[in-house]
């Protein structure tokens, strides 16, 4: 079973926030979270373990409530670099089926 | 910096035949996966390997078998390729206990016709 992202795309204007959200029916132990560019191969950005810690990476950050089974990414004042599509994954090496985010100038 | 190199990044091939998609990792990773990745189905797990000779079945298997004969190497082969094979094709690498980081390559389309 594939956690479930939402939206499935997004567009913003630079400078907006947005909340991408992964959700399981599984319990979730760990998600971690991964970008792609057009045209490029998927990157990794973090992984949220057990306990709701938050992370972040440059002004993008997540959270991870296991009760819940979800995961929500923040990107806070949305840069053109921030553009792709953002898939979260599971420890079983599940992904989801991604969520595009654009930002346009 | 990780390099995870694959053989092509476009391949056409006939239904039929027998296909062989190559990945290559230089940093000496034990874990290598392989996925296909679909429009609005996103990342699918095929096979992964901890080890060389070793290989797991991942989500979608059937019609797909991996060859892992050196830690560096890991090969998919579709057996007989057939119209719905055709897809992005996706190889992976990364440490051991740290499945979650993975470091992948650039992918090949693969059409089938």
Same mark, same amino acid.
């Not at chain 1, 991964?34 to 992370?55: D, N, S, T, W």
């Given at each position: ?105 | 910096?990780? /390099? ?5 990044? %476009?391949? &056409?091939? #006939?239904?039929?035949?027998?296909? @062989? ?35 797991? /079945? ?5 019609? %797909?078998? &991996?060859? #892992?004969?050196?830690?560096?190497? @890991? ?39």
């Amino acid at each position: 079973q594939q956690p479930v992202q939402s939206p499935q795309a997004v567009i913003l204007r630079e400078g907006e926030d947005a909340v991408i959200n992964c959700s399981s029916s599984k319990a979730l132990y760990s998600v971690h979270w991964y970008r792609q560019k057009h045209g490029e191969a998927p990157v990794f950005l973090m992984i949220l373990l057990k306990g709701g810690e938050q992370k972040g990476h440059d002004k993008i950050s997540a959270s991870f409530n296991e009760k819940k089974q979800q995961s929500s990414l923040y990107l806070t004042a949305s840069q053109l670099s921030y553009s792709g599509t953002y898939f979260c994954g599971t420890v079983d090496m599940r992904f989801g089926a991604g969520t595009r985010l654009t930002v346009k100038p | 910096d990780v /390099k995870v190199t694959q053989s092509s990044r %476009y391949l &056409v091939k #006939r239904t039929g035949e027998k296909v @062989f998609l190559e990945c290559v990792q230089d940093m000496d990773h034990e874990n290598m996966f392989w996925y296909r990745q679909d429009p609005g189905l996103g990342l699918r797990l095929i096979y992964f390997s901890y080890d060389v000779k070793m290989k797991e /079945k991942g989500d979608i298997p059937e019609g %797909y078998s &991996v060859s #892992r004969e050196k830690k560096e190497r @890991f090969s998919l082969i579709l057996e007989s390729a057939s119209t719905n094979q055709t897809s992005m094709y996706l190889c992976a690498s990364s440490l051991p206990g740290l499945s979650y980081e993975q470091y992948f390559g650039p992918g090949t389309r693969l059409t089938v016709t």
